[in-house]
C-alpha cells in the first residue's frame, strides 16, 4: 500500500513540474529545446560510435555545429520577429569565412549537396501538400494572374540584366531569373498571421486567401521552370535534338513518375480496421520522395525529380482527403532541415570571391527587377474589387524571398559538382548562389517591414461592433490557415 502511495505522490509531483513547465515557457522555446536535444542527442550516439568523423575536422561535426548554431540564431531573430532564416545564413557564412573556425568545420562538397538535396525535398513535399486547387475557384483568376505574372516579368527582366551586367549566357540567365522570382510563404504567412492579430481587414476580399495560395502556385511554377532551364544549361553538350527534348522530357518524367507514386500513396498502405496507419504513409512519402530525385540525379534526368516530389505530395492529399500527421510530420522534418539548408548555402558563399564589381552589379540587377515585379503584381490584382491601397499592399507582400532562393540557388552547383562541370559552369553557379544569398539578405527583412510599417496606412481596422461579432469567425480562420501552412 505504501508502494502505490509513492508512485501516486511520484507521479503528481511529475505531473505538476510538466503542467508547471508548460504553462510558463512558451511552446516555441519548448520547440526549440526539444529539437536542439535532438540534435545534441544524435551528435553524442555518433561520437560514441564513429570518433573521428564525429571530431573537429569531422563531417559529422561540422554538420552538428551547423544545425545547432542556426537553431540558436534563428530562434532569437524569430523571438524578435525578424525572419530566422537570415539568422541562419548568416552562421553558415560565419562558419565558411572565419579563418581559424572554418578550419574546423570542413565538409565535402558531395555530402553538402545530397544534404541540400534532402532538404529541398522536405520543402517540396511541403509546398505539394499545401497546394489546392480549390483556392482557385474560391478566390477566382486572380490567384493565377498574381502566381505568373509577377514571376515571369521579373524572371524575364532578371535575366535580360543579368546577360548584359553578370555576363552569363541567356540560359544561365534565364536560370537564375526563375531561382529568384519566388516568393516564400514562409514569411508572408506569419506576417498575414500578426496583421490579422493585430485586428486589420485582410480577410475582406479574400486577400489572405489569395496571398497564400498564389505564393504556393508562384513556388512550384518558379521550381519547374528553373528545372527546365537546368536540363538545357547541362545539355548544351549533348546532340541538337537531346538539347530540344530534354525539357518537355524531364517535365512529362517528372509528372508521371510523380503521379504513380502519388497514386501508390493513396492506396498504400491500406485501412486496419477503418484507421489510416499516418506513420507509414509519412514513411513512404519520404522513401518515395529521396528516390525520385537522388534517382533522377543519376540517370542525368536532375529536373525531373524535384517536379515528381511536388506531384507525388499533391496527387496524394488528394486521395487522402486529410491527413493532418503527415503534414505535421513534414514540418518536424522541416524545423531541422531549415536550418540545415539555409546554414548550408550560407557556407557555400566564398567572401573572398565576392568583387565590389560583382557586388554592385548585383544590387542593381535584384532592385530594379524588384520594382518591374511591384508594378506587375499590382497589375495582376486589378479587377479582384481591391482598394488601390490594398492593391499596393498586396505588392508590398509580394517581395519577401527566402525558402526557393535557398532550396534551388545551389541546386545547380551540386549538379555541377556530381557531373564534373568545368570551371565555367562552376562560376556560373557560384554567381547565382552569391546573388540568391544577396536577395534573401534584402528582400526578407524588407518585404516583412514593409507588410507590417504599411499595413497601418494601407489597411482598414475591424470596427469594435464588427470585431466583437466577427471574432470567434476570424479565429476559427486563422486557426484553419496555420494548420494548412
Known amino acids: 500500500m505504501s508502494d502505490l502511495v509513492s508512485d501516486c505522490r511520484i507521479m503528481a509531483f511529475l505531473k505538476s513540474c510538466q503542467d508547471g513547465i508548460q504553462t510558463k515557457c512558451p511552446s516555441s522555446l519548448l520547440k526549440f529545446l526539444t529539437y536542439s536535444l535532438i540534435t545534441l542527442s544524435f551528435y553524442l550516439a555518433c561520437l560514441a560510435t564513429t570518433q573521428s568523423l564525429s571530431l573537429p575536422r569531422g563531417p559529422i561535426f561540422s554538420i552538428f555545429l551547423l544545425v545547432l548554431l542556426s537553431l540558436i540564431a534563428g530562434a532569437g531573430l524569430r523571438a524578435l520577429q525578424i525572419p530566422p532564416m537570415l539568422g541562419m545564413l548568416i552562421v553558415g557564412i560565419a562558419l565558411s569565412n572565419i579563418p581559424k573556425v572554418k578550419d574546423s568545420t570542413v565538409l565535402d562538397p558531395k555530402i553538402s549537396s545530397a544534404l541540400k538535396t534532402v532538404a529541398l525535398m522536405v520543402i517540396l513535399m511541403k509546398g505539394g501538400l499545401s497546394l489546392d486547387i480549390m483556392d482557385i475557384k474560391r478566390v477566382g483568376f486572380a490567384v493565377i494572374r498574381l502566381a505568373f505574372l509577377p514571376c515571369f516579368v521579373e524572371a524575364s527582366v532578371f535575366a535580360t540584366l543579368s546577360v548584359f551586367l553578370l555576363d552569363l549566357p541567356w540560359i544561365w540567365g534565364f536560370l537564375l531569373g526563375f531561382v529568384i522570382a519566388a516568393v516564400t510563404p514562409a514569411i508572408i504567412v506569419p506576417c498575414l498571421m500578426e496583421l490579422k492579430r493585430r485586428k486589420f481587414k485582410i480577410e475582406a476580399n479574400n486577400i489572405t486567401t489569395m496571398l497564400i495560395s498564389a505564393s504556393s502556385f508562384d513556388d512550384v511554377l518558379s521550381i519547374s521552370a528553373f528545372m527546365v532551364c537546368l536540363s538545357s544549361a547541362f545539355s548544351s553538350e549533348k ?119 560583382l557586388l554592385w552589379k548585383s544590387l542593381i540587377v535584384i532592385f530594379v527587377s524588384l520594382l518591374f515585379r511591384l508594378a506587375t503584381a499590382f497589375t495582376a490584382v486589378s479587377w479582384t474589387g481591391l482598394s488601390f491601397k490594398e492593391k499596393v499592399f498586396v505588392s508590398f507582400s509580394w517581395i519577401p524571398k527566402a525558402t526557393v532562393q535557398a532550396a534551388i540557388g545551389s541546386y545547380a552547383l551540386g549538379v555541377a559538382v556530381d557531373q564534373g562541370a568545368d570551371e565555367t559552369v562552376v562560376s556560373y553557379c557560384n554567381v547565382i548562389v552569391t546573388v540568391a544569398v544577396l536577395v534573401i539578405l534584402i528582400s526578407a527583412p524588407l518585404g516583412s517591414i514593409l507588410m507590417y510599417v504599411t499595413a497601418p496606412c494601407l489597411l482598414e481596422r475591424v470596427e469594435y461592433e464588427a470585431e466583437h461579432e466577427l471574432c470567434p469567425a476570424a479565429g476559427n480562420n486563422a486557426s484553419e490557415e496555420t494548420d494548412g501552412m
Open 239 to 357: 546532340p541538337l535534338y537531346r538539347q530540344i527534348i530534354q525539357g518537355p522530357l524531364e517535365i512529362l518524367l517528372g509528372i508521371v513518375i510523380g503521379a504513380v507514386f502519388g497514386l501508390i500513396l493513396c492506396v498504400l498502405p491500406p485501412r486496419f480496421d477503418g484507421k489510416v496507419d499516418s506513420k507509414t504513409r509519412l514513411l513512404l512519402l519520404v522513401l518515395l520522395g529521396l528516390f525520385s530525385v537522388f534517382g533522377m540525379n543519376y540517370v542525368e534526368f536532375s529536373g525531373s525529380g524535384p517536379l515528381s516530389v511536388i506531384v507525388m505530395a499533391l496527387t496524394a492529399i488528394k486521395g487522402w482527403k486529410e491527413d493532418e500527421l503527415v503534414s505535421e510530420g513534414v514540418d518536424s522534418l522541416w524545423f531541422i532541415g531549415e536550418p540545415l539548408l539555409f546554414g548550408l548555402v550560407g557556407m557555400d558563399i566564398q567572401l573572398h570571391l565576392i568583387t565590389a564589381d
